[in-house]
């Protein structure tokens, strides 16, 4: 898989935040000396923005970056940032920062997820995200639901990929007891998920009630992994308040041990696959 934009702008960031606190700067004084807000050199260290040859030059100065091929590493890295990837053609209802979600996730070679409410976007039907959108999203119109549905069901190609990307999703049981756009739109989408459940690199599993108090209690979350080691994994977690990505270390074994320790408490994937037709059936 060939770089995408948002793995060049992190990767870029994570070298620049390195050569600044190597050269014993503060975010704060580098921000002051390129005239910018501290919020937005801190967005293009973490890969957030893109940032301008003017800025990247003037840091490489600052951190006295003087080899020609590393500088030029560096400013091809900036040029590749600023290339638009294929959903920049949903911008106008692309939810605000979750472009860098579905950017990560286009360039991703592995999924782990835990959802509470909805089936994850990479595993829902049509009807069933558009049944789920109109709810989120009351003030939109026809037409911009159906272009969000439209992403969702383009960001599932990545599961037809050669080798296709993995996921492991766990879906709490509240999700396919939930009957989400009627009885008929919910049967499909649970007999969508049995299906798509044997697909190379697909594995789902049912948390159920019975199990009781779990490590999921903190809400949904995902981690998405990079066919670069040097590329840090990325733990994702959506909320009302808005999109945060954690990408230090401690942040993200925190959410992989808990995605450990909600799997072991979960049902096997025949189990749940068991269960979701059993539910699926119960709506016919």
Not at 206 to 233: C, N, T, Y
Not at 240 to 263: N, Q, S
């Amino acid at each position: 898989m060939s770089m995408g934009p948002t793995v060049r702008r992190r990767r870029l960031g994570t070298e620049l935040r390195k050569l600044r606190e190597k050269s014993g700067f503060k975010l704060e004084e580098v921000a002051a000396e390129l005239g910018v807000a501290p919020s937005t050199l801190s967005r293009i260290e973490t890969g957030k923005a893109p940032t301008k040859s003017a800025y990247l030059n003037q840091m490489l100065e600052m951190y006295g970056v003087k080899a020609s091929d590393q500088r030029q590493v560096l400013v091809d890295m900036a040029r590749e940032g600023h290339r638009k990837g294929w959903w920049a053609a949903y911008d106008d209802v692309l939810p605000s920062g979750f472009d860098i979600y579905v950017g990560l996730e286009a360039e991703t070679t592995a999924v782990r997820s835990y959802e509470v409410s909805a089936v994850h976007g990479l595993l829902q039907t049509a009807d069933y995200a558009r049944a789920v959108l109109r709810e989120m999203y009351p003030r939109h119109t026809t037409e911009q639901i159906e272009r969000l549905v439209d992403l969702r069901m383009a960001r599932q190609r990545r599961l037809d990929d050669e080798p296709p990307l993995e996921v492991w999703a766990i879906l709490d049981e509240a999700i396919i007891r939930r009957t989400v756009g009627g009885p008929e739109c919910m049967r499909r989408q649970l007999e969508h998920l049995v299906a798509e459940g044997e697909r190379q690199g697909m594995t789902i599993q049912v948390l159920p009630f019975a199990s009781g108090a779990h490590a999921g209690h903190g809400g949904p979350f995902s981690i998405l992994e990079f066919p670069d080691r040097d590329d840090a994994e990325v733990a994702y977690m959506e909320s009302g308040a808005g999109h945060i990505y954690l990408e230090k270390d401690k942040e993200v074994r925190a959410r992989a041990e808990a995605f450990d320790r909600l799997r072991a408490a979960a049902l096997s994937p025949f189990e749940s696959a068991d269960l979701i037709g059993e539910a699926a059936r119960a709506l016919t």
